[in-house]
């Protein structure tokens, strides 16, 4: 099993671009989410859902939106980037139960210039 | 809403000794979950003990023990006999469940380096 992919490793953005970063688990999860770690940070949620179809805020969902249409995948809309974006993206799978915990992909390093 | 606070930015430890990395939480809810991450220089998260509220006992996983004080909000890691592979920062986090949908709150962090 891959677990969770995320794609790509690292992204290089002007100001005013827009991108989506990609994510996809094969692990048959219920729960998606999108965190983001600026340096020397902890994880922010940006967004997550439930299933297919359901997404809802998190902690730092400005300038970011999100879908799900199926089970397996969760990409993450940058919309007209700007330098407070600069992070590292991780997407993450979970079941839905109490002790599950997070599986995270290896991440995408974004800088905005 | 939940927290969690790391005190420590970084600490330091001699291979084969033990160090425990401090966590103390905020939540409002009985029903929740700590976890502990790793995550080394090459920037992977990788869980590695998970603790219940309503666990009798304290979760043991290997090497890394997790010191649950359910009265005084902490869940400290301890990680016995460390190695050079240890170095990495350690990351704290807490899940409160039922319409939470298993979304995490995170610490800042403890950096933690093993010395030879």
């Known amino acids: 099993n891959a677990g969770v992919t995320q794609t790509p490793k690292f992204r290089i953005l002007k100001i005013g671009q827009s991108m989506t970063l990609q994510c996809a688990q094969d692990m048959n999860h219920n729960y998606m989410y999108w965190y983001r770690q600026d340096p020397g940070m902890g994880l922010k949620l940006i967004y997550y859902s439930v299933g297919a179809g359901i997404t809802d805020k998190g902690e730092v969902p400005n300038g970011y939106n999100v879908s799900r249409s199926t089970t397996e995948d969760f990409p993450l809309r940058l919309e007209l980037a700007a330098p407070s974006q600069t992070s590292v993206y991780f997407c993450?799978?979970?079941?839905?139960?109490?002790?599950?915990?997070?599986?995270f992909g290896n991440g995408t390093r974004l800088t905005v210039t | 809403a939940q927290k969690i606070t790391q005190t420590q930015p970084g600490m330091f430890v001699q291979e084969k000794e033990a160090v425990t990395l401090d966590c103390t939480y905020d939540?409002?809810?009985?029903?929740?979950?700590l976890f502990w991450y790793k995550q080394p220089s090459s920037g992977e998260m990788i869980f590695l003990i998970y603790q219940g509220s309503y666990d009798q006992q304290n979760a043991t996983e290997g090497r890394y023990s997790l010191n649950f004080q359910k009265a005084r909000k902490s869940a400290n890691l301890v990680i016995s006999a460390s190695q050079l592979g240890d170095s990495a920062m350690y990351f704290c986090a807490i899940g409160v469940f039922g319409t939470s949908y298993g979304k995490l709150t995170f610490g800042q962090g403890t950096i933690l380096t093993v010395h030879p």
């Open positions: 939540t409002s809810d009985p029903s929740y979950g």
């Open positions: 993450a799978s979970s079941y839905r139960q109490q002790n599950s915990p997070l599986h």
